[in-house]
């Protein structure tokens, strides 16, 4: 909240859809996550939002994305104290009936989140679709978008990126979405407060 009181604060959000490489990655200036924090981040029903101000408060999501995909990905700084750490074979442990596949464990990586500037509080999380059985979706181009602007569309529809703001102040976040198509062509487009559409803007 003292980040949201600071009038000389602009809440920034990138999202990153590679379709050829299967990856998305979404990066925020916000907070960022403590080292006490990052020891939760998978355990379900764990939040650290409060739930009558914030949406997102259920604590799934992380677990979600860590055991629903073959990889997540999740940098953090905070304090100036900097976490980086890959998870691998989450899906597969999920759907593993023969205990075949050992329990996936956080391993530590370098720190690189391009977006911000040096010493600047943030969040970027990714996950890779394999393809592997139990995932959903199984590919980035089920869905038909294929550059950014329809993909901005789409996760405005989709997902918390479109905010409904009927009984509490507008949050007004810049948000920047780039899309690698499966050619590598690469393209961008940007929104200033996205929200979910009404009915008669949604786009034919």
Known sequence: MQKLSDQSYT???WVDIDIANQTVKVTDNGTGISAEQFRYLL???????KPKEYRGQKGVGATFLAYGFSLLRVHTRQSGIEIAANLRQGRQWASDQKESVPRPKFASEQFTVPQLSAGESRTSVEFLLSGSAGERPKTLDWIGARTAEQWLDVLRIKTPLGGVYLNSAKFSPHAEVIVTESTGHASKACAVQPEYFY??????
Not at 199 to 204: Q, V
Request: charged share 30%; net charge positive.
């Open 11 to 13: 809440p920034k959000i």
């Open 43 to 49: 355990k379900p029903n764990i939040s650290f939002k």
């Open 199 to 204: 009915p008669h803007e949604i786009p034919d």
